[in-house]
């Protein structure tokens, strides 16, 4: 398969149709040599999973709706 | 209205009902701030761009095309206010640049999560610190933006491929860098 890690990323991000999908994993059963390359990019793709942020704090919020209400008022006038 | 997709939301701000606006930020503030954030960001930054976002959305409404995906041109406005950030901020000669010295306030986060996970999760954030801003970029987007390949193609202008070969590489790179982290 060409470009197999770049199609095992998509696999994994859920970037695949339905048909892809099924047809890659045909492909793996079928080739166990590529198992451990798909293995991989797997523990990879799990890594970019554990980033997070906090939560915005409410003055975010307040800054938001200040903002669009002195958009509003210049549209009104 | 709350039943509207994103693209029909932004077409009724761009014809003049702003109050519009406060569904599509209901619905991406958190995904932005976190863009911002892991970017290397500071939280106080990170919120102050995020407004920033939606006052350019508001500012530039027109540009939004109506047959156009929400989530790539929200994601391009926010590409371009954070590096006018930057770039004003090096002007003033005040550089935040991420280094691994500065992602220590991810240490502040809230302690809902144990002990490991947010060791794991700082450590990712110094690895994420120590790529090039277009691969931190890529990997960010790719996260915060629902994992499209299409889209992530649109918000950078290549193609859907070629948007999978750079997320594969700095996707190694950046474990490569994790691994390293880990050993020290």
């Not at chain 1, 398969?1 to 892809?20: K, Q, V």
């Not at chain 2, 901020?89 to 992602?103: D, L, P, Q, T």
């Not at chain 2, 990712?124 to 970029?137: F, G, I, N």
């Not at chain 2, 918000?155 to 590489?169: M, N, T, Y």
Request: with cysteine; glycine share 4%; aromatic share 10%.
């Amino acid at each position: 398969m060409e470009n197999f890690e770049e199609e095992s990323m998509a696999y994994l991000a859920g970037g695949l149709s339905a048909t892809e999908e099924s047809a890659f994993e045909e492909f793996l059963r079928e080739n166990q040599d590529y198992q451990s390359r798909f293995e991989e990019v797997k523990s990879s793709w799990v890594l970019l999973s554990a980033l997070d942020s906090p939560e915005p704090s409410e003055a975010m919020d307040d800054g938001f709706i200040k903002m669009l209400d002195t958009a509003e008022r210049k549209q009104a006038k | 209205m709350n039943s509207l997709s994103d693209n029909a939301l932004m077409i009724k701000v761009k014809e003049g009902d702003l109050h519009t606006l406060g569904l599509l930020y209901e619905r991406h503030k958190k995904k932005l701030f976190g863009f911002f954030y892991n970017l290397g960001n500071n939280p106080s930054i990170s919120e102050d761009l995020v407004q920033n976002v939606f006052y350019r959305m508001l500012k530039y409404k027109d540009s939004f095309a109506s047959d156009g995906q929400f989530g790539a041109w929200m994601f391009r406005v926010a590409r371009n206010v954070n590096y006018d950030h930057h770039q004003k901020a090096s002007k003033r000669g005040f550089s935040e640049e991420k280094n691994i010295e500065n992602v220590n306030y991810a240490m502040e986060d809230p302690i809902n999560e144990t002990q490991n996970k947010k060791d794991n999760s700082l450590l990712l954030r110094k690895a994420l610190a120590q790529l090039s801003e277009e691969k931190r970029q890529l990997l960010v987007l790719c996260k915060f933006q629902g994992l499209k390949f299409s889209e992530l193609a649109q918000v950078l202008d290549i193609s859907e491929g070629a948007a999978k070969v750079r997320v594969h590489r700095a996707l190694k790179e950046l474990k490569s860098v994790f691994v390293q982290l880990e050993k020290q």
